[in-house]
């Protein structure tokens, strides 16, 4: 028990000693924070007609990020799987980060979908034995398998940390076994939030079953993409040394994974265009406009010409192995899957609505604000997470240590 | 069929009790609740946790008793798990924060379905001169919104405006693509019939346009409803007579039910709903028209209020050209089953599986 309380204590005190740069990092994300919980406000009192959200398109950036980061969140496993299954040595050491960033990313989908709800007053509803749980909901057991992933990082990735805290063995006993579980998990949520969509007959544009298999290529892209990317600003900020090895197999994911998704996009496009019934309106609408409405018609395109590009460049090995050009291709993944995913899958899938009516959808300045804030909450709770992480794995929290 | 034809009652109900008057039709007082306050106050031996707070609220006659009242809806179970006597409490809750909110006294009826009623629906799209009486006299009776922002009007009718199509003998030869002068495809005519691509904002000095035909919309009613089905916390539901019903007070606003829908049959309410006083319909149902607030969602029921009393539900007392019809699916005799009987029936989409208790046809 003095244990835990000491190494409570030395994670926080740890945590919150930083220089101007980190204070000044922090602070900025802090600002943006308070502009969320004022929107978020606003739109439990005003209401949802502060965003830009209608009856004909009732889920917008919210419900776009929430998808979006369910990905990043599985993406984890793509450190977590090679480490633990492959054995892989430079993944090994960096696994907990993965840990971190899932948990991160799990709490951020949380805060979409309070951002999301016309009532998050009355979530509790959905919680046995005050609330009702349905098991033919999709949206039930995404909750369900989100906050068991987040469990399951949560122990794993802190066990570990206290394991290297106090300086002992980890216990293999129960501890790979729960690895192993969440490696699975990790499939699950993503799967789950793919059938939340895909099982809607009433919107044709999501109604097939490449759903799950897209959101998972697109996820061990994007997810990975930005973990290359934090590992670069780890190397260069901190004393922690992240193995080019790991990043290099991490680029090789994200480039198959990338590859996937495009030729699975294309597959799409072709059945839907060659065949061209009213089904395939909504991808229309994406692509080239519908009744003269183009709104997403620039987004579908630069994100075509953000993957298809990133995708060539991974394929060079100019930018594949200099460590200086890598992050420009994950830049460009990371963005244009941000973009196809969210509102490219999302908002088309209400249009034109299952009565044959077009409209448009204006995220408006609180959605954009809203979302911003719950981003700049993410990369808060990230920045912790990891700072606290590798100060541990670099020694520099220890049991017993630090007086 | 003549348009003027009397609507007859839809068969036989049991009167509910405690509403000896069809409610809709009289006084809306003389369906009070039967128990004083001090009664149901005395009844409660086993308070829960949230009568506990409803009782605070209507013991405290000061002037937080509106907001108590607000406070204990928050805790209140769904509706379908309540006890009757729960039922109860949350029924004079709500009357009493209506009644104070709109000036008027507002009932708020519990009746629950009556055994032996299938409700269903048909409607003659030949008649239908899209006029849109029956839109109008649903917000009336159903206390939609009806502001002025975007989202702020809500109706739950669409009459769907669709063009009859044009051929012309001038485009018979426009092939696409002309290539090699093989022609794949033609462009002789402008979409006629053509399902779900109507448009139910138009504005013409006269209905029935030549042009056009018409064909409402709303909610199906369906037997296997798919709105019910995403339902994450069950406050959407089949009630016993075939109604789709949502427990307003339930909802937490997720909007998978709109997804799911394949009729666009719901609306959400994007802020609290514009309802004036005076137009305010003081006649309600616990599912069915009682004022509805900010980021739940609401759709058509049939009226409730109106039909578990044995009448028509307002767009069918409405129309003019009598297209629409009513009744028990269970009595060979209603007219609904009349209709399916006798006359050509589809329903919309019905490749979907949802089998809407709602039917089209024509003579
Ligand atoms: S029409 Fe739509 S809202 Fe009505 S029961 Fe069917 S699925 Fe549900
Ligand atoms: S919006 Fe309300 S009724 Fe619709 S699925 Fe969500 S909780 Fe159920």
């Known amino acids: 028990m003095k244990q835990l309380t000491r190494f409570a204590a030395d994670y926080v005190g740890y945590v919150l000693k930083g220089g101007t740069k980190f204070y000044a990092w922090m602070g900025s994300l802090a600002v943006l924070m308070i502009g969320m919980m004022y929107v978020f406000y606003l739109q439990n009192t005003e209401g949802l007609i502060v965003t830009g959200m209608t009856s ?54 949380m805060m979409f979908v309070f951002a999301h709800m016309g009532r998050p007053d009355r979530l509790w509803h959905m919680i046995p034995p005050w609330g009702i749980y349905s098991f033919s909901s999709m949206l039930g057991w995404d909750v369900l398998v989100l906050n068991g992933y987040l469990f399951l990082n949560l122990v794993c990735g802190f066990y570990y940390l206290w394991v290297k805290y106090t300086g002992g063995q980890v216990n293999k006993k129960w501890f790979m076994p729960l ?33 799950p298999i897209r959101f998972i290529s697109t996820a061990f892209a994007a997810g990975p993409a930005l973990i290359i990317l934090i590992f670069m600003i780890v190397r260069n900020n901190t004393k922690f040394w992240v193995d080019d090895s790991a990043i290099k197999l991490l680029a090789t994911i994200v480039t198959w994974c990338l590859g996937i998704a495009l030729f699975l996009t294309m597959s799409e496009v072709v059945v839907e265009l060659y065949a061209r019934t009213e089904h395939a309106n909504g991808l229309y609408y994406l692509m080239f406009g519908l009744h003269g409405l183009t709104n997403l018609v620039p987004w579908f395109w630069s994100a075509v010409v953000l993957m298809v590009g990133a995708f060539i460049l991974f394929l060079m090995p100019r930018f594949r192995n200099d460590m200086k050009l890598l992050p420009i ?6 963005a244009g899957i941000w973009i196809e995913k969210g509102m490219g899958l999302i908002v088309p899938g209400f249009i034109p609505t299952p009565i044959g009516e077009v409209t448009e959808y204006y995220p408006s300045f609180v959605e954009w604000l809203l979302t911003l804030g719950i981003w700049a909450f993410g990369f808060f709770i990230l920045t912790i997470l990891l700072k606290g992480a590798i100060g541990i794995l670099q020694g520099e929290i220890k049991y017993g240590a630090a007086k | 069929m003549t348009p003027n034809e009397t609507p007859q009652a839809c068969p036989a ?69 309540m006890t009757d006597k729960e039922k109860d409490e949350a029924r004079l809750r709500l009357e009493k924060r209506y009644s104070a909110e709109y000036g008027k006294k507002v009932t708020v009826d519990t009746t629950g379905p009556q055994p032996g009623v299938l409700m269903g629906y048909a409607l003659n799209i030949r008649k239908c001169i899209g006029c849109r009486r029956c839109v109008h006299a649903c917000v009336e009776e159903n206390n939609q919104s009806r502001g002025k922002r975007p989202g702020e009007k809500i109706e739950w009718i669409q009459v769907l405006r669709m063009e009859r199509g044009e051929f012309s003998k001038e485009r018979m030869n426009q092939g696409y693509p002309e290539g090699l002068g093989i022609q794949v495809g033609g462009n002789a005519y402008t979409p006629a019939g053509q399902v779900l691509e109507g448009q139910y904002h138009y504005n013409p000095e006269t209905v029935p346009e030549k042009d056009a035909n018409y064909m409402p919309i709303a909610c ?16 959407t539901y089949r009630e016993g007579d075939g109604v789709v019903v949502i427990d307003y007070n339930w909802c937490i606003g997720c909007r998978m039910c709109m997804g799911a829908c394949p009729y666009w049959a719901r609306r959400f309410n994007v802020a609290n709903p514009v309802l004036p006083k005076e137009e305010m319909n003081p006649v309600t149902h616990y599912l069915g028209n009682r004022p509805r607030m900010r980021g739940v969602v609401e759709k058509c029921h049939w009226c409730l209020q109106r039909s578990r009393h044995g009448r028509y539900p307002a767009c069918v007392e409405v129309c003019p050209v009598g297209a629409r019809k009513f009744g028990n699916l269970l009595d060979p005799n209603s007219e609904v089953s009349l209709v399916l009987a ?22």
């Open chain 2, 342 to 363: 006798r006359k050509n029936v589809f329903r919309l989409k019905a490749e979907l599986n949802t089998f809407p208790k709602f039917f089209y046809f024509y003579d």
């Open chain 2, 13 to 81: 109900q049991e009167q509910p009790a405690g509403c000896p008057v069809p409610p809709a039709s009289a006084d809306p007082a003389a369906c009070a609740p039967k128990t004083s306050r001090r009664d149901f106050l005395k009844a409660g031996g086993t308070l829960s946790l949230s009568s506990l707070m409803g009782a605070g609220a209507l013991m405290a006659q000061s002037d937080d008793a509106h907001a108590a009242a607000e406070w204990a809806e928050h805790f209140q179970k769904n509706y379908r798990l």
């Open chain 1, 179 to 211: 690895v192993y579980i969440a490696i699975v998990w990790a499939l699950s949520i993503h799967t789950v939030t793919a059938f939340l969509i895909s099982t809607m007959p009433a919107r044709p544009m999501w109604f097939h079953s490449m759903m």
């Open chain 2, 220 to 235: 199906m009613q369906c037997e296997k409803p798919p709105c019910v089905k995403v339902c994450p916390v069950r406050t």
């Open chain 1, 56 to 109: 004909q398109i009732h889920d917008g950036l919210y419900f776009a990020n929430l998808v979006f980061l369910v990905g990043v969140a599985a993406g984890a496993v793509t450190i977590v799987f090679p480490a633990y299954v492959y054995h892989h040595e430079g993944m090994h050491k960096v696994a907990v980060l993965g840990e971190m960033l899932a948990i991160t990313a799990v709490i951020m989908v």
């Open chain 1, 329 to 334: 291709p994950c830049v460009m993944a990371f």
